[in-house]
């Protein structure tokens, strides 16, 4: 039986399996993808990670994933379906084997929060997409939407902004949710079109997306729409072990939750803000807390 297995390898992860492997512990971490840290390679400018003045989230993610390699730690690829609790610790269950540990840091992360409108499902991947970074080139000199009002939506509208002919942002308030400096070059940028206290009802076309209705009646022509409404946590497996608040792992900034050994860090647990840097802390505390248990068990 290991010390600890690291479930996900985004930062919290990778922070997590530099800070076990300083505190040599018999870890291993289990990947679905090579750095999966979902949100953060579909970011293309980073600009509040402290010492990168300007990166994208792709080569962040790298530059994070070289370093946990080069501190010793071993990843898995694999997909975890299950996690039990055994006798003394976890059993991790995935598609191509299985591994047991005292104790788990459970830093599954996030996905895009899906909007609910009509003939969002029926155009997924046909206009409707969830990653700016990922599908923007598609639409290049055509007209697109952006759904939302965080910092996603923010970031998700200047990009596309250097690549279509105009951007609609839609936001369902009259004010912003996300970082004031991402607002302010959004309003500054001539090719976005914002629509305040607007919502998109249906997305239309024939086999691809052509148009936005808008609950003020307007039908907005547009080739591409991209959701960026938040986001829900990858509760599914911690769903049974620990307790969960408002679609979170509830745990603090010690990252215990409410069963003894499993830890959770980034994203997925309840928090106030979710950045990189907040998700690098976690997998700092979340080892600290590991090493406090383990000792205890001794
Ligand atoms: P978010 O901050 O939760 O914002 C979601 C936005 O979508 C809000 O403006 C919300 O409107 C709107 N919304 C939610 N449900 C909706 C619906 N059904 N219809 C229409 N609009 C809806 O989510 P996010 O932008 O995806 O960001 C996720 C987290 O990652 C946040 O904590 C964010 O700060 C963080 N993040 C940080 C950075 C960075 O530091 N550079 C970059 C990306 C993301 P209301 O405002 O009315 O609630």
Redesign the pocket.
């Known amino acids: 039986m290991k010390d600890l297995i690291i479930a996900g390898s985004g930062p919290a992860g990778l922070s997590a399996a530099v800070y076990a492997s300083n505190a040599m512990l018999d870890f291993v971490v289990i990947e679905k993808f090579p750095m999966s840290g979902g949100?953060m390679l579909n970011?293309y400018e980073?600009n509040?990670y402290l010492g990168f003045e300007l990166v994208d989230g792709f080569t962040l993610g790298q530059t994070f994933r070289a370093h946990a390699e080069k501190s010793g730690a071993q990843f898995v690829n694999d997909e975890i379906t299950s996690i039990e609790k055994i006798d003394g610790g976890y059993r991790v269950i995935c598609g191509k084997g299985e591994c047991e540990a005292k104790t788990v840091i459970y830093a599954l992360g996030a996905n895009?929060?899906k909007?609910?409108a009509k003939g969002e499902k029926d155009f997924a991947g046909r206009g409707v997409s969830y990653c700016a970074t990922c599908d923007g080139n598609f639409f290049r000199g055509r007209p697109t939407a952006v759904?939302?009002?965080?910092?996603?939506?923010l970031?998700d509208a200047l990009y596309l902004a250097n690549i279509c002919s105009e951007v609609y942002l839609i936001?369902?308030?009259d004010e912003?949710?996300?970082?004031k400096y991402l607002q302010d070059k959004v309003l500054k940028n001539e090719k976005i079109k914002i629509l305040y206290s607007t919502?998109v009802e249906e997305i239309r076309g024939e086999n691809k997306v052509e148009s936005l209705l808008l609950d003020n009646g307007d039908e907005l022509k547009v080739d591409g729409v991209f959701v960026?409404?938040?986001?829900e946590a990858n509760t599914a497996l911690a769903e049974g072990i620990c307790e969960l608040e408002n679609g979170f792992v509830k745990a603090g900034e010690s990252g215990e939750t409410t069963a003894e050994g499993f830890f959770a860090a980034g994203?997925v647990r309840t928090k106030r803000?979710?950045?990189?840097s907040t998700s690098v802390g976690d997998g700092a505390n979340a080892v600290h807390s590991v090493e406090e248990f383990l000792n205890k068990q001794q």
Do not use: K, S, W
Not at 147 to 153: H, L, S, T, Y
Not at 176 to 179: H, I, Q, T
Not at 273 to 276: A, C, D, E, K, V
């Open positions: 949100q970011t980073i509040n895009p929060r909007l609910g759904i939302g009002g965080g910092d996603v939506a970031e936001h369902r308030r912003f949710r996300g970082a919502q960026a409404v938040g986001i994203d803000l979710r950045q990189i």
